[in-house]
């Protein structure tokens, strides 16, 4: 049972606000650790501009010089920075919807709180109007604001000034409410060199990865022919699933497993890993406080946190769920085919079900076979074997039979570049954390003082 006492004074300053659980929750008494420090703390809009842009019906279309990248609320967590999906540029800059470098993106409808900072391969692109754009006055250190909101203190009030019972959202004006902490300043000045470091990190890691999904698209693509053909029953029957969807034998994906079959030195995935495999589905028991429990989605973050929780009394019963380094992950439930890399951050969680682990048989092989899997022909090769009507699913045997074209002349190169993304991404997470950690545990000295 929690119960706290709330002075008549803060009720006001919140609106009138009588409901016991608005003053009795977690977010609650994290952003009153702000809020009982006024002299110490300065609302968000004294630092830049904080809006949405107007609702608009998106203009869809394709990748042109007129068109620009799209995101939803849900890609700000995301750690991709690039999409398939865009929309007319004009529609874009006349409502304010692009996105500049170093302005700093918060989701306000639905899951709130995620924050994101705009890094150079997304500066021009378009978000939706439910992701609230701040935009930094000039002297203002952008990745101390970042690391700020990022935390546990600016996600509660970012969480408290929501509104909504059943879909939360919260828009501008409550966002504009935070109140970011005075820390000293070379708190401020550490923390905001750690953030920048950290998103340089990340441009060299997207960097060295796209230079290898380059050489599989440049190398491979230009030896596709598109085709369309009969298929005899015999040549059905003797696939092993008997597929019957016209597009297993037409699509692109299928003109490019000819290419690769008839035309390149290949192994299967299979062959170049020690073992593929998914852990058969069971009962889970969700806790509020136990052993992180990570789901398909939660892999894809930018910094990979647990959503869920389950007991420690069921974690050691489930040792087979844990992963280890150099694993590759994959999902294949819902949304197939998104793979990460597993390094030291990832190791602690439990998995669910819904991934495919693929172990390594040899490092060098095994990030040679990342950077394919993680490229668009490694995708589209993966998405073509997927199967279901309203939720998608893919199966270990799938992956193992895909062939991996050997580069022999860019191998060593597609490796180095993989090696590079893996270990540029790591550090970079594990500065942000210290960052982000590092204005926490400044905050925490205000209440032992």
Excluded at 111 to 126: A, E, H, M, P
Excluded at 328 to 356: A, E
Aim: charged share 20%; hydrophobic share 40%.
């Amino acid at each position: 049972m929690r119960f706290s006492s709330v002075n008549s004074k803060y009720i006001v300053s919140q609106g009138y606000r009588f409901e016991g659980k608005y003053y009795l929750n977690d977010n609650s008494f994290l952003s009153m650790e702000i809020e009982s420090h006024p002299e110490s703390v300065t609302p968000l809009a004294k630092f830049g501009q904080v809006f949405n842009p107007p609702v608009f019906k998106r203009q869809f279309c394709s990748k042109t010089n007129r068109a620009v990248p799209y995101y939803q609320s849900s890609d700000v967590s995301l750690a991709d920075k690039f999409t398939d999906v865009y929309v007319f540029k004009g529609q874009a800059q006349a409502l304010n919807l692009l996105v500049k470098q170093r302005d700093i993106l918060v989701t306000g409808f639905g899951t709130i709180g995620n924050v994101r900072l705009v890094s150079k391969f997304q500066t021009g692109s378009c978000y939706a109007n439910n992701v609230c754009r701040i935009r930094l006055n000039p002297k203002v250190l952008s990745g101390y604001i970042y690391a700020f909101l990022s935390s546990k203190y600016g996600h509660a009030q970012l969480n408290k000034n929501a509104s909504g019972s059943v879909v939360r959202y919260i828009e501008s004006p409550g966002i504009k409410k935070t109140l970011i902490p005075a820390l000293p300043q070379y708190v401020q000045e550490t923390v905001n060199k750690l953030v920048l470091d950290s998103v340089q990190l990340r441009e060299n890691a997207t960097t060295a990865l796209s230079r290898v999904h380059e050489i599989f698209t440049k190398e491979i693509s230009i030896k596709v022919k598109p085709k369309s053909h009969s298929v005899s029953i015999k040549e059905i029957f003797n696939q092993s699933e008997k597929r019957f969807e016209g597009t297993i034998y037409t699509d692109e994906a299928q003109a490019i497993l000819e290419a690769i079959f008839e035309l390149f030195k290949y192994k299967t995935v299979g062959e170049l890993a020690l073992n593929i495999f998914n852990e058969g589905i069971f009962k889970r028991e969700y806790v509020e406080k136990g052993h992180p429990f990570m789901m398909g989605s939660d892999i894809m973050k930018a910094i990979p946190t647990a959503s869920k929780f389950i007991s420690y009394k069921q974690a050691l019963k489930k040792q087979e769920l844990f992963v280890k380094e150099g694993w590759i992950l994959m999902t294949c439930s819902g949304s197939v085919g998104d793979v990460v890399y597993v390094d030291k951050q990832l190791t602690p969680f439990i998995y669910t079900h819904d991934l495919i682990r693929i172990v390594p048989r040899d490092d060098d092989e095994q990030l040679y076979l990342f950077g394919f899997l993680s490229s668009p022909i490694g995708k589209k090769l993966v998405n073509h074997y997927k199967y279901g009507s309203v939720i998608q699913h893919l199966e270990a045997f799938h992956v193992s039979g895909i062939p991996v074209p050997i580069l022999y002349d860019y191998k060593q190169e597609i490796i180095s570049n993989v090696r590079t993304y893996v270990e540029a991404n790591y550090e970079a997470k594990m500065l942000e954390l210290q960052a982000i950690s590092m204005v926490e545990a400044e905050i925490e000295k205000w209440n032992k003082a």
